[in-house]
């Protein structure tokens, strides 16, 4: 990855201007240190105490150089809604893991990326989904843009924006502010408790269409825990439809009606609010016009 040095920091060390203008993670810092080509000035190996000059050009080595031997790379297509030299928004289809997991090392959106961009690909996931859930996955291409989207995230500077079908009649909008932690004696269930004995979790939701059966709401979590859509509806009352963890099963579709539809956050490097959408997928307008329900994809 290529910068090149303006005024700003004409004079000063290099140490402050990968800290300040690049966002370098300290762990990738030392990785660089250790390489051959970790980081040249104008084409000259240099330590961090190279001082700098307006005009210099500063090349780092963020990108994977050694085989991504644990993921096997499967020809199965992918829909990019978005994409640069420093990352890529995907569209992930339904029932496919987003990366591999004890006893399931294939068939995932890790392998159709290794597949895509090389062997030496290593997928940097920002945001993880549910295998039965679609919709937009952010995913980094280096080190670099890696750091610095999980530091966007952490800092609570991306929206989610996600849409489900639930049992049930939701009236008007609401907010659920509950704690979730992992049920006693299982690792995957998730379950609601009391303030200050989980993880502070907020979800936000609106409803768009509603009959006494089911409602689809438009929802923006406000943290990211693991389950956290699927067990605040499911605490009030109102499960996600097809959720056979923390609800039930539906004759209407095969899995939980539940999708990221859209992605707000700032591009690596320029700070610029980027807002990818992904389309609805062909269960969900299934289900949508069985209900009579006129749904458009997320605005941008």
């Not at 990352?87 to 990366?99: E, G, R, S």
């Not at 995932?108 to 937009?136: M, Q, W």
């Not at 539809?261 to 320029?270: E, I, M, Q, T, Y």
Request: hydrophobic share 40%.
């Amino acid at each position: 990855m290529r910068f090149t040095v303006d005024a700003a920091y004409d004079g000063a060390l290099l140490r402050s201007f990968l800290k300040r203008e690049v966002g370098i993670s300290t762990a990738l810092l030392s990785r660089l240190k250790n390489h051959e080509q970790g980081i040249l000035q104008n084409g000259k190996r240099v330590t961090v105490r190279a001082v700098l000059r307006q005009g210099d050009v500063i090349d780092l080595a963020v990108e994977d150089e050694a085989p991504n031997e644990k993921v096997v790379p499967e020809a199965t297509a992918v829909e990019v809604l978005f994409e640069n030299s420093d990352l890529a928004v995907l569209n992930k289809p339904p029932f496919m893991a987003t990366h591999p997991s004890s006893g399931h090392y294939t068939g995932t959106l890790a392998n159709a990326l290794v597949h895509r961009y090389g062997g030496n690909f290593h997928a940097r996931f920002i945001n993880r989904l549910d295998r039965n859930t679609s919709g937009v996955v952010l995913v980094a291409k280096n080190a670099l843009s890696a750091g610095a989207l999980s530091g966007a995230m952490a800092a609570g500077e991306m929206q989610k924006t996600y849409f489900a079908v639930v049992e049930g009649e939701v009236s008007a909008p609401g907010r659920i502010d509950a704690d979730i932690r992992r049920k006693p004696d299982s690792i995957m269930l998730r379950e609601t408790c009391p303030k200050g004995e989980g993880d502070a979790s907020l979800t936000l939701f609106e409803p768009v269409f509603a009959d006494r059966e089911y409602t689809l709401l438009r929802l923006t979590p406000k943290t990211g825990r693991t389950h956290q859509l699927r067990v605040h509806l499911a605490s009030i009352g109102h499960p996600i439809l097809g959720d056979e963890l923390y609800g039930m099963g539906s004759a209407l579709i095969s899995r939980q009606a539940l999708h990221a539809a859209a992605l707000s956050f700032p591009l690596p490097g320029s700070g610029e609010l980027k807002t990818v959408v992904a389309p609805f997928p062909g269960d969900l307008r299934a289900l949508f016009e069985r209900k009579g329900w006129e749904v458009r994809d997320c605005e941008p």
